[in-house]
């Protein structure tokens, strides 16, 4: 009876849990520490627990699958209405395995105000899943906004030197996409009959223009969030400022917000503005790979190297995505989670070593392999995992979307390509100056190696590199029906053309 009952409220649960954790820490006393984090830490990993089980249940079917469907608010036709595909289930997944280890990472290096620090990460938590889950576009609005709040403070109030305006641009620029999205789902609303149901919008027949349109304002929201080049400006100085939860979080789930929403709603909904921009998208995504990389390669401090090389990365998502054949968006959503944990893992690295040191500039370390051989190895790990190497999680994911591109448009593949033997170049040149050579500054000297918290941090994420780069097959099964719905709904115009 409870296992049946679980089942039917699965996503509910996995949704609200975070935000009752949130709520019993506020009930703790403010001095409390070690109950703050325990609470914080306990409820992610419930949360987990809950969330692996759902995966052995996940059949992976072309229809939503949890389904959970309450009226909300009758008199505008708003539903409490969630559910998941392959997708969106992964990006949950990815998002509950994040928490608990940033949960940990956290704990001793937040300091002042931890109360109010982990209950913003829990509220967090349940903004991430609840816009995965959504599938009322009035309820993805409000997780989308939900999630702008606690990441505002997390870098406004722990972030580092230029914190308020770092936390101030990414609120203004996304801000500035979400009105824009607001409006298409206001009109998206009147044209279905007043609906705010994704799958009346799937049905629903929107002509060439309001597709033109409703595309772009879509397209904007997400393209911020991604971001893709013009749009990244803010996605430096966020990660640079915030703290090291905030910047894991950021890179490993938040982003993915961008790349979801095109998936989700911008493309299936509106197949004919697909085909008119898709080629100035892809030329956008591929500029931003090398433009990426190219200005990673410039880069004097180590957090800001990872934050451009995200911009890279999340480029060859997009190239996957609008390549629209089976390989390249399997290996977009592949790359998706790919990133999470790959660049997740870097900044945590970084958080580490600045937790030490108090710099991140690249010139302030050198020859420090001799000094923390543990760090080295899992630093040099990562970066390998970040650049590719064959057996890792990343070249998988950018093999598939390579292979999908090269299919749909040989010259962005070919420019593309140029991206993965910058980012070898970047990565493995910044690991030369920072752990090997000799030891120039006396203050190396006396760094201290990895803890076991920080080993245990580190160590499952390496294992899903190993993981994903051996044997991605049981992902690539999840995603494989959800995929297809997608590129059906994607190519219909095309289709349509051809007959």
């Not at 939503?64 to 969106?88: A, C, K, M, N």
């Not at 505002?152 to 109030?157: D, E, T």
């Not at 203050?443 to 076991?452: E, T, Y």
């Not at 590199?465 to 059906?488: C, D, R, V």
Request: aromatic share 16%; hydrophobic share 55%; with cysteine.
């Amino acid at each position: 009876m409870l296992i049946h009952w679980i089942q039917l409220h699965v996503l509910t649960l996995l949704t609200f849990l975070p935000a009752a954790g949130a709520f019993f820490i506020l009930l703790l006393p403010k001095k409390e520490f070690n109950s703050i984090r325990a609470t914080a830490l306990g409820t992610t990993l419930v949360v987990l627990a809950l969330n692996l089980w759902a995966y052995f249940h996940f059949q992976g079917i072309p229809d939503f699958e949890f389904q959970e469907t309450v009226s909300w608010i009758p008199v505008f036709h708003i539903y409490y209405r969630l559910g998941v595909d392959g997708v969106s289930f992964l990006l949950i997944l990815l998002t509950s395995f994040l928490m608990p280890i940033v949960v940990l990472s956290s704990w001793r290096d937040i300091e002042h105000r931890v109360k109010e620090f982990f209950f913003l990460m829990l509220i967090l938590q349940t903004g991430m899943v609840g816009t995965f889950a959504a599938l009322d576009f009035f309820l993805f609005y409000v997780f989308w906004e939900i999630m702008l709040i606690p990441m505002y403070f997390l870098i406004g109030v722990w972030g580092s030197g230029k914190r308020i305006m770092a936390a101030f641009k990414f609120v203004l620029y996304t801000m500035v996409g979400s009105v824009l999205m607001l409006i298409a789902i206001l009109y998206g609303y009147f044209k279905t009959g007043q609906s705010f149901y994704l799958l009346d919008w799937v049905q629903a027949s929107f002509t060439h223009q309001e597709q033109l349109w409703m595309f772009l304002a879509f397209a904007f929201a997400f393209a911020i969030k991604v971001p893709i080049f013009p749009l990244h400006t803010w996605l430096p100085d966020a990660h640079t400022e915030a703290p090291t939860a905030g910047s894991v979080i950021l890179a490993g789930v938040l982003l993915k917000m961008g790349t979801y929403g095109f998936y989700r709603f911008a493309m299936p909904l509106f197949p004919e503005a697909v085909v008119k921009f898709g080629p100035f998208i892809l030329t956008l995504a591929v500029i931003g790979v090398v433009y990426g990389s190219l200005v990673a390669m410039v880069q004097k401090d180590l957090k800001r190297l990872v934050a451009y090389s995200s911009v890279a990365h999340l480029g060859f998502v997009i190239l996957g995505l609008f390549a629209l054949n089976q390989i390249g968006v399997q290996g977009a959503v592949l790359q998706m989670l790919n990133h999470g944990l790959s660049t997740g893992a870097l900044f945590l690295l970084v958080g580490m070593v600045y937790e030490r040191r108090h710099t991140r500039l690249i010139a302030d370390y050198g020859g420090i392999a001799k000094v923390v051989p543990m760090y080295a190895f899992f630093f040099v790990f990562v970066t390998l995992s970040s650049i590719g190497l064959p057996g890792l999680n990343n070249f998988v994911g950018e093999f598939m979307v390579l292979l999908g591109i090269f299919q749909a448009k040989k010259i962005f593949a070919i420019v593309a390509v140029t991206g993965v033997i910058l980012s070898a170049v970047y990565m493995l040149w910044a690991v030369e100056r920072v752990f090997y050579g000799k030891i120039n500054h006396d203050a190396n000297r006396s760094l201290k190696d990895l803890k076991w918290r920080e080993v245990c941090v580190l160590v499952p994420l390496c294992v899903a590199m190993i993981w994903i780069g051996i044997y991605p097959q049981p992902l690539l099964k999840k995603i494989s029906a959800s995929t297809e719905n997608f590129l059906k709904l994607t190519t219909r115009v095309e289709m349509v053309v051809k007959k």
